[in-house]
T-cell receptor
Framework: GAGVSQTPSNKVTEKGKYVELRCDPI?????LYWYRQSLGQGPEFLIY????????DSGLPNDRFFAVRPEGSVSTLKIQRTERGDSAVYLC?????????????FGPGTRLTVL | AQTVTQSQPEMSVQEAETVTLSCTYD???????LFWYKQPPSRQMILVIR??????QNATENRFSVNFQKAAKSFSLKISDSQLGDAAMYFC?????????FGTGTRLQVFP
């Protein structure tokens, strides 16, 4: 079946603007994760969902970042008042459940550029 | 907090040869999971191999194998018979509370 998809693939915005990044997980996967990958770094955890609820949002850098998953499938990462330091690739992943051994399947990411 | 260290920013190998990528991690847990992910220029992370810490036997997946040394907290990846398509960034990751902690990656170049 289809893999994890993310839209848009690239987003350019101006400092101070609001952006939304979308993730469509693999059908039937109950766990969904967001990571942020800065240039030359490994991905860093932001938040994950089990079903509709955020199970762990400890990686969100500040209150400008927020994520939702209202129906337990598609998720949206929302960033308010964007800053240049928010520029990065935002990766989404899904897995069958939250059990640590389960493979996380990643999407191709959204490259966010804040001018 | 758990950390993952990849001390080789770049590695290169000739086609058909073998290369080993290093990874060390820090944890106080006794049972956990370790992963190697590959990230080609397309940006999509692909699972290469995984290891459960309670299993003594090193994991293998075709040309990919690991050398897991639990006491030393070392988890290296060996790629045998390297192919041009193996060229990518490789990330070692540790699973903590269901989320992945990644190292900074090793860029692997494969020369014909």
């Amino acid at each position: 079946g289809a893999g994890v998809s993310q839209t848009p693939s690239n987003k350019v915005t101006e400092k101070g603007k609001y952006v939304e990044l979308r993730c469509d997980p693999i059908s039937g996967h109950t766990a969904l994760y967001w990571y942020r990958q800065s240039l030359g770094q490994g991905p860093e955890f932001l938040i994950y969902f089990q079903g509709t609820g955020a199970a762990d949002d400890s990686g969100l850098p500040n209150d400008r970042f927020f994520a939702v998953r209202p129906e337990g499938s598609v998720s949206t990462l929302k960033i308010q008042r964007t800053e240049r330091g928010d520029s990065a690739v935002y990766l989404c992943a899904s897995s069958l459940s939250l059990a640590g051994y389960n493979e996380q399947f990643f999407g191709p990411g959204t490259r966010l550029t804040v001018l | 907090a758990q950390t993952v260290t990849q001390s080789q920013p770049e590695m290169s190998v000739q086609e058909a040869e073998t290369v080993t990528l290093s990874c060390t991690y820090d944890t106080s847990e006794s049972d956990y999971y370790l992963f190697w992910y590959k990230q080609p220029p397309s940006r999509q992370m692909i699972l290469v191999i995984r290891q459960e810490a309670y299993k003594q036997q090193n994991a293998t997946e075709n040309r990919f194998s690991v050398n897991f040394q639990k006491a030393a907290k070392s988890f290296s990846l060996k790629i045998s018979d390297s192919q041009l398509g193996d060229a990518a960034m490789y990330f070692c990751a540790y699973c903590e509370s269901d989320k992945l902690i990644f190292g900074t990656g090793t860029r692997l170049q494969v020369f014909p």
